[in-house]
């Protein structure tokens, strides 16, 4: 048993090993330690994951027009944040997106603030977790992008100058190529580098005041843990708001 390893780790390996390796066999990946195939991310992952479906369960079942609740409030306030924000971002209909920006926003903020919990730690701490998120983002503005536009999503790749003269616009068009594209490509990994290096950052320098004082300081810097886990949800979910913004332009 690695020392790191979590409590509900340990017992998730203790008595779930044999369809993590199932479901890795079905992908032909091996565990490093077949006896222990389940790492702290993972099972931080699937609780959030449970969590956020029991909340969801919970406000689903108290939703009110006449009298909403406290958990129908915030959501209803997230609702509203999300949609401001499409709407500044300049996305046309930006409600149709609000579903996915609003998931990414919730799940993220619930990952970053799980840390703050002393038996548990933030998955987002892990780089694989930030890189799915990103990947998936990748391919949902693509796809909208597609969706809104058809085939001449393709254009933006090429850059929005052109001239009257069409040989001039051909050698743009094929000079801005490789620039678009790799201006593309390269968003999921700037999204995995900065939430997970923030996030890994804010986690090591809690863990360590932790193990040197008591009280005082603690509290400080998992105030700063929370600021700095608000603040990366909201810079992914921005980020995400402008990526897609930007793929379904019609102007563009």
């Known amino acids: 048993m690695e020392e790191h390893e979590l ?64 958990l129908q409030h915030i959501f209803e ?20 997106y609000v579903p996915y920006i609003g998931t990414i926003f919730i799940f993220i ?45 393709l254009a933006q790749f090429v850059g929005p100058v052109r001239f009257p003269n069409r040989i001039a616009t051909v050698a743009v068009c094929v000079f801005m190529l490789p620039i678009e594209t790799m201006s593309v490509l390269i968003r999921p990994l700037s999204l995995t580098v900065r939430l997970y290096g923030n996030m890994f950052a804010g986690e090591q320098v809690t863990q360590v005041f932790l193990s040197l004082t008591k009280l005082v300081i603690p509290v400080i810097f998992m105030g700063l843990h929370i600021f700095v886990g608000l603040v990366q949800a909201y810079v992914f979910t921005l980020l995400t708001t402008i990526y897609v913004a930007i793929a379904t332009s019609h102007e563009h």
């Open 7 to 70: 409590g509900l780790t340990a017992l998730f390996n203790n008595y779930l090993a044999g369809p993590a390796n199932a479901i890795l066999g079905l992908f032909n990946v091996t565990a490093k330690d077949p006896t222990r195939p389940w790492e702290d991310w993972i099972v931080m992952e699937i609780l959030v994951a449970v969590l956020l479906m029991a909340v969801v369960a919970v406000l689903k079942a108290g939703l009110s027009a006449d009298k909403p609740g406290a």
């Open 77 to 96: 306030g997230i609702y509203g944040f999300i949609s401001t924000t499409a709407e500044e971002a300049g996305i046309h209909h930006g409600h149709q």
């Open 109 to 153: 903020v619930s990952m970053n603030m799980l840390g703050i919990i002393p038996a548990f730690e933030s998955p987002t701490m892990a780089p694989w977790v930030p890189a799915g998120l990103a990947v998936v983002t990748f391919f949902y503005f693509n796809v909208m992008g597609f969706r809104a536009n058809g085939i001449g999503y």
